[in-house]
């Protein structure tokens, strides 16, 4: 595997379900990140992990829930979801270092249908 | 004011034109700057980045910086048919904890016709 792979691809999922979104980088960089990407409307930023610590939760709704439990891995723990959190959901790695701004690679995503 | 601004187009141009794509920011301090291309139902894939006021070129691809106007552009020689997607400028700006994060445009959607 190169780059930055998600799972699943694609999902559907019930308001009352739970599942799990996956994300890998096989860069070596030590910064992961979650973007959602919903139609007519900029990407937006969800969370940022350095080092494995979050260090951005950019107002996001207590049913999203991350999990980084190394540089390589970060998952998103969705429950309750809502019929408008259907998107496409980006994951990205980077280099961080010293709070500045590297490239960030995206992984393939995961596109999200909630019914 | 949005902090970081792109014109959604379309920009239609013909084949083998130029086409330029511009993009405005408002953090003074953002010191990297990024374009993106995103073909539909794919995700962005990176293209350019620049640091520096000026010009940086890669292949038909050309970047151009000016801090004190707080704009970067992204110049297309020669377009291609395949050059047709939607092009997103991405600046740094610091966040919470220090750490970089970037703030993506909405994206300008380039139409190349043959």
């Known amino acids: 595997e190169t780059g930055v792979t998600q799972t699943p691809r694609h999902l559907v999922m019930g308001m009352t379900n739970k599942k799990s979104l996956k994300c890998e980088q096989h860069?070596?960089?030590?910064?992961m990140y979650w973007y959602k990407q919903s139609a007519k409307k900029p990407l937006e930023l969800m969370f940022v992990?350095?080092?494995?610590?979050?260090?951005e939760n950019n107002s996001v709704p207590s049913r999203f829930s991350p999990e980084c439990p190394n540089s390589s891995h970060l998952f998103l723990h969705l429950h309750t979801l809502q019929p408008e959190d259907s998107a496409l959901y980006l994951c990205?790695?980077?280099?961080?270092?010293?709070?500045?701004?590297?490239?960030?690679?995206f992984g393939p995503g995961t596109r999200l249908t909630v019914t | 004011q949005k902090e970081v601004e792109q014109n959604s187009g379309p920009l239609s141009v013909p084949e083998g034109a130029i086409a330029s794509l511009n993009c405005t920011y408002s953090?003074?301090?953002?010191?990297?700057f990024f374009w993106y291309r995103q073909y539909s139902g794919k995700s962005p894939e990176l293209i350019m980045f620049i640091y520096s006021n000026g010009d940086k070129e890669d292949g038909r691809f050309t970047a151009q910086l000016n801090k004190a106007s707080q704009y970067v552009s992204l110049l297309i020689r020669d377009s291609q048919p395949s050059d047709s997607a939607t092009y997103l400028c991405?600046?740094?700006?610091?966040?919470?904890?220090?750490?970089?994060?970037?703030?993506f445009g909405q994206g300008t959607t380039l139409q190349v016709k043959p």
């Open positions: 860069l070596g960089h030590n910064a």
């Open positions: 990205a790695s980077s280099q961080d270092m010293a709070g500045g701004a590297y490239e960030q690679y």
């Open positions: 953090d003074r301090g953002s010191q990297s």
């Open positions: 991405a600046v740094n700006v610091r966040g919470s904890s220090n750490t970089g994060k970037l703030i």
């Open positions: 992990y350095n080092f494995k610590e979050q260090t």
